[in-house]
């Protein structure tokens, strides 16, 4: 008889369900798909029904139900942390009382009345472990060491580790509260002027436009012992404090700022050509390059240190930290390891699928193994209501979204065409992304994580720079110097990168690689300004239609890549509904959307009145 274990995360951020059963992963997805709340925390009721649908079973089948986090040891820290600041701050320890009182710290009562089991097959898990267990099961080794990094859980804020596939997850070494890596990096990148917690790929992105003109001064903030352990200056910092702000005035005062705008002032989009941004926003630059550096010096030190206890040639990494793609190429172009992976999701929503691993392990029975394609186990968008949904808006509807810049003319209504052969759709989508159209493509069942990785992308010509300047300025809304993804095709990842590839690294976009000099100019539009990419290497196996639309655009570009972001908006999950899809298409400037076998265009020769 099959088991099944559901794994929950929720009451932080980026709450979401997993579920396995039948030795695989069968379903995983974030709660924020269903409610549209970027980061949602809530109760993950939709991403449980969807769990359970994939699954086939209603709940009274579950073995197991495991949430990723101890509450009641959270708990006990918080309060610690605020007790010490009482009565100082009244206010911020009423909130958070509040909050904590109500369902964030009776979670077996909530996973009772919300799914409906029985009380006793509710577990938790210490939120590392969780971390852990996501980063080695979802791995193709059978024994590698574990580093998790992120701001706090319970009262950890990383963990050095060893997992086997035999004898599971033995803990090596745990990092305390307050010496949290995750909360520096947000604290400045809320200093930086952008928002903790959400936009640390920004500060990541900043970094490479200035030099390590503080690192003296980082050296000193966060040091590192000799057992591998490091330690932050507190002194500089108010982790207690509302999230915005993390930083003391006395950090202010070491570092020229803070910065409210940072990320402007960088005019020019073409990452290839220099740019040399103001004197305020070189020296928040310089900033983020200073922590920047400072942080990959941490992890390295970690992964040496975890590597020298465990006796491993493979390392498995987690936790927020581990989406700074910068620091995990750092640690691939170490040599400390013959391999390194990160899961697609290594932060908190990710810590529902080590929550669902750890289930299994506990009742003694296999952990699913990893399998290809296993990433895309969200919901699927149902394309026969496209039709009718675009049936009802007439041309006046469509002029009055206000659109403007794209390839097609804006006085026209679209046209909806529809496929029979998978194989002629990708060749209009291939034709129409060659003359510079940007593409919103919906294919299969989503994507689990942040990630945009085939299944809703938002697709452009890599090497058609103005194209991907007017993707920035009239579709997502982002600052010139962050730089965008770039797909690739298995066959052609060496023609860009040479033989730089760590394959187990590069499928979902966590690392980046230097692009070929031979080859800047083919993927120019997805190239930071350090020549580099964060690159997906695509495989027919990972996503069969994706993969073969890349193919098929190599006969427009000379190599099977594309320029690959989120299908969302500023501030918004990624599509998840026809709905969804088709406002996006009428507010945003995309000339084709592309929904399974249904395509909509503004392309000339295909607009008009139907």
């Known amino acids: 008889m099959t088991r099944y274990v559901l794994g929950l995360s929720a009451y932080y951020h980026d709450s979401a369900a997993a579920i396995g059963g039948d030795g695989r992963l069968i379903a995983a997805v974030a ?3 269903f409610t549209r709340i970027r980061h949602d925390q809530a109760f993950p009721v939709n991403a449980i029904n969807h769990c359970l649908a994939e699954a086939g079973i209603d709940a009274d089948r579950l073995d197991r139900i495991v949430f990723y986090e101890r509450p009641h040891f959270k708990f006990l820290h918080v309060m610690k942390r605020h007790l010490a600041h009482y009565p100082w701050r009244p206010l911020s320890f009423s909130r958070s009382m509040l909050h904590w009182m109500s369902d964030k710290l009776w979670v077996r009562t909530k996973i009772v009345r919300e799914v409906g089991v029985d009380p006793r097959k509710v577990a938790f898990a210490e939120h590392h472990l969780s971390h852990a267990a996501y980063a080695f099961y979802a791995s193709p080794f059978d024994e590698a060491a574990i580093l998790t990094l992120d701001g706090v859980g319970e009262d950890n804020c990383g963990m050095l580790a060893k997992g086997t596939r035999d004898a599971g997850i033995d803990t090596i070494q745990l990092q ?6 995750g909360l520096v990096y947000a604290a400045l990148t809320g ?3 952008f928002e903790p917690n959400n936009s640390e790929c920004s500060t990541m992105a900043l970094a490479s436009y200035g030099q390590p003109a503080f690192k003296a001064f980082f050296d000193r903030l966060i040091q590192v012992d000799g057992d591998g352990r490091f330690r932050i ?5 108010d982790f207690a404090a509302n999230a915005d702000r993390f930083y003391k005035p006395k950090l202010s005062e070491a570092l020229d700022g803070p910065y409210r705008h940072a990320g402007k002032g960088f005019s020019s989009f073409d990452a290839l050509e220099r740019q040399k941004p103001c004197i305020t926003n070189r020296r928040a630059a310089d900033v983020a390059a200073s922590l920047q550096m400072k942080t990959e010096e941490v992890v390295e030190a970690l992964a040496q240190t975890v590597r020298d206890k465990s006796g491993s040639k493979r390392l498995c990494m987690a936790g927020g930290l581990a989406f700074n793609a910068v620091a995990n190429s750092r640690i691939r172009d170490s040599g400390l390891f013959s391999d390194v992976f990160v899961p697609p999701d290594p932060g908190d929503g990710g810590g529902a699928v080590g929550a669902m691993y750890l289930g299994f392990s506990d009742l003694g029975h296999p952990v699913p193994r990893p399998a290809s394609g296993q990433i895309y186990s969200g919901p699927r968008v149902d394309v026969r209501r496209l039709a009718p949904l675009f049936g009802k808006l007439s041309k006046e509807d469509w002029a009055d979204a206000g659109r ?5 003319s804006p006085d026209i209504r679209p046209a909806l065409l529809t496929f029979d052969d998978d194989a002629e759709k990708r060749r209009f989508v291939c034709d129409g992304l060659s003359k510079g159209a940007i593409v919103g493509w919906i294919s299969g069942a989503a994507e689990f994580g942040p990630r945009a990785l085939g299944a809703r992308s938002i697709l452009c010509h890599p090497a058609r720079v103005e194209t991907a300047e007017r993707l920035s300025r009239a579709v997502k809304f982002r600052a010139a110097f962050r ?4 797909s690739v095709a298995e066959e052609d990842a060496e023609a860009l990168f040479g033989s730089r590839i760590n394959r187990d690294l590069s499928r979902w976009m966590q690392s980046t690689l230097p692009v070929d000099k031979e080859a800047l100019d083919q993927v120019r539009a997805a190239v930071h300004s350090d020549g580099t990419t964060r690159p997906q290497i695509v495989t027919r196996e990972d996503h069969t239609d994706f993969y ?3 193919k098929a655009f190599k006969a427009h570009a000379g190599v099977a890549a594309l320029l690959n972001t989120s ?12 709905e969804e899809a088709l406002v996006f298409f009428a507010r945003m400037d995309l000339d084709i959307l592309c929904v399974e076998n249904v395509v909509i265009t503004r392309l000339n020769g295909h607009g008009g009145e139907q």
């Open 31 to 33: 709660e924020e798909r």
């Open 176 to 181: 305390k509260f307050p010496n949290s890596l």
């Open 191 to 193: 200093y930086l002027g």
């Open 233 to 237: 200056d507190p002194s500089y910092f």
């Open 404 to 408: 403007a810049g794209h390839v097609g």
């Open 483 to 486: 730089p965008y993804a770039l």
């Open 548 to 550: 073969e639309l890349l």
């Open 567 to 578: 299908f969302n908006g500023a501030g918004e999950p990624l599509i998840n509904t026809a």
